[in-house]
Structures are given as C-alpha cells and as structure tokens.
C-alpha cells in the first residue's frame, strides 16, 4: 500500500519508511514562522526554555503584518518584541515594513515555502503553501518557541480526503468560488485534523494563484492541509525564487485515501459565503440585490496580482458608489509593484478605491476598514465570522475579487458580467 | 487528578474571533486577554465565571485563528476544563502545549446543561455529571501527549528533553 502525499512529507521528516494516519510522532521542520500577534507570546515561551540561541537563523521567518504599521503604541510594543529578536538572533528572514507583505503572500513570493518541505506557523493560514506541495500547517505560539529551539514539532498525521475536479468552469467563476463552494459541501469541519488535497483537470490549469486561494482555505473545513501535487508550474514559478534545492513529493497510485469528492465545477456559480461561517455558502444569484456599504480586496486569500487584476477589469471604466468604500490591499510590496507597472493600481484608484501598503489591516478587524454595528462588507478575505471585522452586529459576505469589485461599483452584490458589459 | 465546577455551555463552531476578538489582541497578557473572554458571544462571562468552572461545547470549539491567546483567555479567566464534541486542530494543541484540560465527548456535550455542575477525572477520561449523576467517557489522551501534560506543557517538555541529552 503507497502512501499519500501528507504522509510521505511526514515520513521523510521524520526519518521513516513509512507512517500511518494516527501516528503521532515529533519530526523535524525546514521553516517556522510567526507575526507580529503570535511571535511575541512564542519569544516569551522560548525564553523560558534556557536556550539561548534558535536552532537556525535562516529558518525562522517573522512577519510583522497583522498590526502595522503599527495602528497604536501597544501594537508599536508588539511589533518592536519581533524586531530586537531578529536582530539578536541575527534571523535572516526579518521582513521589514517596506519590504514586507502578508506572510502567506510573502512567503512563497521570496521562494521560502518548497515542495516536500514542512513550514509550520504561528497563524492559521500556514496552509496556503500547500499549493506549492509543501506541508505548511497553522499552530500556536507554543509550539513555535518549541520549533524555534529545537528545529521540531510534534504532528499526529491525518488522513487525506482526495477532491476531484472536473469540467469547464464559468466566466467569472475561479479558485475563490471552488474552495468556497467546497467548504459550503463539506462545512466547517469537513477536514478536521484532515489532509486535503486538491486534484484534477481543473487544479492542474489554475495559476500559481489560484491554486494558492485553494489551499489558504483548507482551514476554514477545519483542514491540517490542502496540498496540490507540485508540476511544471510550480517549478517555474519557483525558477529564480526558491532559496534552496528540494524534492518535491507526490502520493502514491495506490495510496490510500480516507474518501474521494468529486466536483463537476461546470455548474458551479460564483459563491457568496453569508454571515457567520464560512460554511453558509450560497450561489451569488441568491444573493443579489443586497446592498452593502464596504467591499475589501485583498489579504493572504486573494491580495495577489491576479486578483488585483480581476478587480480592475471589473473596475475600469466605472466609479465606486458613492454609498460604499472599497479598500484595497496588496499581498506584498512586489505585487504592489507590479500592478503599478501594469496600471492596475491607476484603474482602481481611478474608480474610487482606496489603495492600501500591504497589511492584514481589516481581515481581521485590526484596523483601517473597522466596520460599525450593523454595516455590511463584502470581502475577498476568508472569515466572517461575529466580530471579525468590527462590531460584533456587522456582517461580512465572503467573495472573489470580481464578485467584490462588482458590488463595489453598484453598492450591491451583483455578476460582475452585469458591470463589465 | 479531579476537576469539578459549574458549566458554561455553548454551542457549535464557537471560534477564536469570539473567545478573543483580534482589537484585544494587541497584548498578550493573560489578565489582560481574561477580561474580554468570550465577550461577544456572552457578554456577562467574565463577571459570572468563578475559578475552577468549566466550559462544555460543541462541536469545533476553537475553530479559526492559530491565536494561544484564546486558551491563554480562557485559562486565565479561570477555566479549569474544557468539554466538547470536538475540538478544531490548532485549538487542540495550543491547548495541550499550554496545559489547558480539554476533553472530547460527544454524549457529555449533548447531555451536560448551563449551570450543572460536573467533576473530571483527567486521569480516568470520566465525566461526572454531580447535578444529573451521569457519567460520561471521553477518549484517553495518547501517551506522547499525556506526557507533554504531565510535564505541565510543551515548554516544561522540551526544556526536560533538552536537559536529558546533556
Ligand atoms: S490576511 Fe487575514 S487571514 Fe491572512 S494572515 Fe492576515 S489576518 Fe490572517
């Protein structure tokens, strides 16, 4: 019996043949990384170990980007704890603001999440580098300070559910809409402690974007994972970044899975996912008409070039309403960049939109883009949960940029075929 | 060793967002954390709570964000155990690697009312229901992280390993 692609990644970090789904087993990591909330709560903790040193300085990553720049003088503190750490510890992957994104665009942009390696971090998301066939997965601070020390982490490894998917898809329907719509199929914790991995046609011609919306969401079904088998694409698109050599794993013909999805993504819609879970998904013709007063494009879910230019062509030519305020934010300052050069960023400003330096800023309900009790936001991040972007009576509507975009320029949620005509 | 306090009881999906919404997360000072716990789902939590009480979920309680500091909140706010259906993945181990008691059981969670009071035996796996008399199992914690527990965490762990291949 082969193994899947989970278990080989676990298995080769832990000096295995082979493992099974269950095991739990302490195996060694190739980067661990943190931000500006966790990392603090992680120094403390490894402080306490009596180590005086990380295990290696070109395999910690720290990325202040949740608070700043710095929104009020106890983030100021936060963010100052990363940056005395880094230069003590002569951390080699310490990014600055000026030179810093969102760590899940982040990372792969500067080559450091690659095939067959394991990433864990301090922040949920973590799955995002899946999409790149490595094993990256969220976890505590705790565990963090454990990793920084000692190059290790415990992991119980999962079992993997196969998606597969198949057909044509829509215009204006992508990756955003069929992570979403696999969430709304599976729920919450469809995938908990669960390997997903992401299979098929439809995988296979996704952009290195794309795939990288997929696998950010893996754990909104409660997913350890959301692993895609790394192909030429990946390998190009790695050409000039990846820091290092590696080898990319893939699972096994024979591998054994828990279950197989399949998804014929012809009939798939662009999704809306309603308040308060990501599971409250619904085709967007259910939702049209309702009226809204934020739209947000950005965050480690779709903040990358492609969708910044999904949301301009949605956007050229037409105006903001003037009841909604649509932020923008790019993934990283490169991409910020880039669409610079390409007049992205011109065409949205140009519309009415506000354009952001990179910053997890309203994902999370941090700051810039607080939402007041009872308004509305439409976003392109990837909870919306009670609360999670201001007041605890506000509502988030997640969507893809074009879905965002489109609401953006008639104040209500809308086919983007319905503005760009 | 035995755990035994008045139930908190709340629902499915109750996640990190609501346990400590991210505008208090600009410290991580356990008391600090405390005062907000739970505050958007129930806002009279923090004044009701009493050290040693215990929170009974549902299913995928601590699902969303990796932030400790929800199980930090909670632990500081004085919870002694938490009981749910089932737990999300990072919630799980940040609140093992902190030595925050954590049990899962389906029946207890659908049984278990607001207010009962109910004992744990950590040791045992066993849920006492002291208001109703039931008693409910919960799946034993594998060796490797029973370790990690006794030793008080992942810290106190990895500091005893650390010491042992000196
Ligand atoms: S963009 Fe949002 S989801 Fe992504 S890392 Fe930042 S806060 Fe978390």
Redesign the interface.
Known sequence: MGMTMVEKIIAAHADKQKVSPGD?LLAEVDMVLGND??S??AI??FK????SEVFDPGRVILVPD??TPN??I??AQ?AKILRSFAREQELEYYFEIGEMGIEHCLLPEQGLALPGEIII????H?CTYGALGALGT??????M??AM??GKA?FRVPPTIKFVYSGSLQPWVGAKDLILYTIGDIG??GA??KSMEFTGEVIDNLSMDGRMTMSNMAIEA?G?CGLIKPDEKTQNYLKNRAIRDYTPLYSDEDAEYEKEIRYDVGKIEPQISFPH?PENTHPLSEAEGLEIDQAVIGSCTNGRIEDLRKAAEVMAGNKVRDSVRCLVFPGTQKIYQQALQEGVIETLIEAGAAVSTPTCGPC???HMGILAAGERAVSTTN?N????MGH?ESEVYLSSPAVAAAAAVKGYLVHPEEVVK | MKLSGKVFKYGDNVDTDVIIPARFLNTSDPEKLAEHCLEDLDPEFTDRVTEGDIIVGGKNFGSGSSREHAPLAIKAAGISCVIAESFARIFYRNSINIGLPILESPEASRSIEEGQKIEVDLQEGIIKNLDGGQEYKSEKFPPFMRDIIQSGGLIEYVKREQLGRH
Not at chain 1, 138 to 143: A, K, L, Q
Not at chain 1, 385 to 388: K, L
């Open positions: 739990i909330i966790t603090p709560v403390e903790e306490k170990i009596g180590i949740h608070f929104k009020d106890n983030s936060q971090g301090a922040d949920s973590t969220g976890v505590g601070s705790t565990d300070a454990a020390a000692t415990w919450v914790d908990l402690y409660g350890k879970l999370l309900g941090g909870r949960f009670v609360g999670r605890k």
